[in-house]
């Protein structure tokens, strides 16, 4: 396994403060790609930010107070199999017909 490093996302605002809200898992729990993972606070606004892999969550560097674009936050335990928020796999069916999941 490897480790994937969670970063504030470019949330497409001139704010120079964002504030860490919180985690919305524990270190050790399982998270699926695109699952809900943290909160950020940006101009008056809560932003929920979601999981770009699914793995466990394995280390916290951050916890509270500002953050920046791109700082990182921790890290996620990859899964061996894991794929990216968003993206399908194709299964070709013996019938020849085939399957997205």
């Known amino acids: 396994m490897s480790k994937i490093p969670i970063y504030v996302p470019d949330l497409g605002i ?3 403060e964002i504030k860490f809200g919180a985690w919305l898992l524990e270190p050790g729990q399982p998270v699926r ?3 809900d ?3 950020i606070e940006a101009d008056k606004a809560t932003v929920v930010c979601e999981a ?3 793995g466990v969550l394995a280390e916290l560097t951050v916890e509270q107070g500002v953050v920046h674009q791109g700082d990182l936050l921790g890290y996620l335990e990859a899964e061996e199999n894991a794929r990216p928020a968003g993206e399908e796999t194709l299964t070709l069916l013996p019938d020849g017909s085939s399957r997205s999941s």
């Open 14 to 16: 001139a704010s120079e």
């Open 33 to 35: 790609a695109g699952e």
């Open 37 to 39: 993972l943290f909160e």
């Open 52 to 54: 770009e892999a699914s």
